[in-house]
Nanobody, 122 residues
Framework: QVQLVESGGGLVQAGGSLRLSCAGP????????MGWFRQAPGKEREFVAA????????YYADSVKGRFTISRDNAKNTGYLQMNSLKPEDTAVYYC???????????????WGQGTQVTVSS
């Protein structure tokens, strides 16, 4: 069982930045691909970004390319999502997740955090 805990959400003005963290207590997080998803009210959960086990391979949704950066520190069992140039349409609950294989489908992720709210004001 992998437990994930997100932090770093909050309220920010458009154009601002936030950094989300995803902590995975224990020593097994490095075995998994880590991903970030988001869900806005009334919308389906959507893929944001993913990072491979070593941190070398990264994947992004077109809507966040060039603005968001995903990374991980396996020594700390922690993943990150640096979000810059935030827009009101980025407002959502952000979830981190872990899976065995790199994928953009939420259905393929086995472990999820509780989510953290990100609100971008115009």
């Amino acid at each position: 069982q992998v437990q994930l805990v997100e932090s770093g959400g909050g309220l920010v003005q458009a154009g601002g930045s936030l950094r989300l963290s995803c902590a995975g207590p224990g020593r097994t997080l490095s075995r998994y691909v880590m991903g970030w998803f988001r869900q806005a009210p009334g919308k389906e959960r959507e893929f944001v970004a993913a990072v491979g086990r070593s941190g070398t391979d990264t994947y992004y949704a077109d809507s966040v390319k060039g603005r968001f950066t995903i990374s991980r520190d396996n020594a700390k069992n922690t993943g990150y999502l640096q979000m810059n140039s935030l827009k009101p349409e980025d407002t959502a609950v952000y979830y981190c997740a872990a899976t065995k294989w790199a994928t953009v489908s939420a259905l393929d992720y086995d472990y999820w955090g509780q989510g953290t709210q990100v609100t971008v004001s115009s």
